[in-house]
């Protein structure tokens, strides 16, 4: 009697330890699991490697990036756009804004053909590209190392999309992997919608 009581001890007590062998070794596991998808998580993709590289600002403050130095000195509304020496005033479906800007080259020579603003619900709106806009904005400027150039940037879109939208600018609008791309928020107020905004011809400061 004693001799099997002493078997069901011993057959009791090896259940217990495979339960807890089993116990440590899903435990185990799971911390495997955690730590690689933790690894993953913060491993670069492709696409953070060839994405552009973010350099913050705000509005009436110079961005310094490699390339360029770029200051936002204005945000304007308008129906209608006035460009310098043409005629008649452009009308738009939506609105005309008018980012006022003074920007540097700081190496070499170039040409900033990148602009776009970002609404806070996610939309991006590409740079205008009306008729005789590109002879007088400032993507249509040859920047010269060092030599500020003062002018505007022309977004097309809705006047109520400004409101807590970002500026994004960057040199060059196709292989621009890692280039240095400046966004500068417009701020979270509601911008006034003027009848006809003029636009401010580039020209050395």
Request: glycine share 8%; hydrophobic share 35%; with cysteine.
């Amino acid at each position: 009697m004693a001799a099997g009581q002493g078997r069901c001890r011993q057959h009791g007590q090896g259940d217990q330890e495979v339960s807890g062998r089993k116990l440590l070794n899903v435990g185990l596991t799971l911390a495997v699991l955690v730590a690689i998808v933790g690894l993953y998580r913060l491993t670069p993709t492709q696409k953070d490697i060839q994405d552009p590289t973010p350099v913050k600002g705000i509005v009436g403050r110079t961005v310094k990036t490699p390339r360029f130095d770029l200051t936002v000195n204005d945000v304007r509304v308008g129906k209608k756009l006035r460009i310098p020496h043409s005629t008649p005033d452009r009308d738009s479906l939506t609105d005309f804004v008018v980012v006022d800007a003074t920007i540097t080259a700081t190496r070499e020579p170039i040409h900033v053909s990148n602009v776009r603003i970002k609404s806070s619900d996610g939309v991006t709106y590409l740079g205008a590209n009306r008729n005789g806009l590109n002879e007088v904005d400032l993507t249509g400027s040859e920047l010269s190392p060092d030599i500020p150039v003062r002018g505007s940037f022309v977004v097309e879109m809705p006047a109520d999309k400004v409101p807590g939208a970002t500026l994004l600018v960057m040199e060059k609008a196709i292989l621009n992997d890692l280039e240095p791309q400046v966004s500068v928020p417009l701020g979270p107020e509601t911008v006034k919608v003027q009848d006809v905004v003029a636009l401010t011809p580039a020209s050395d400061t």
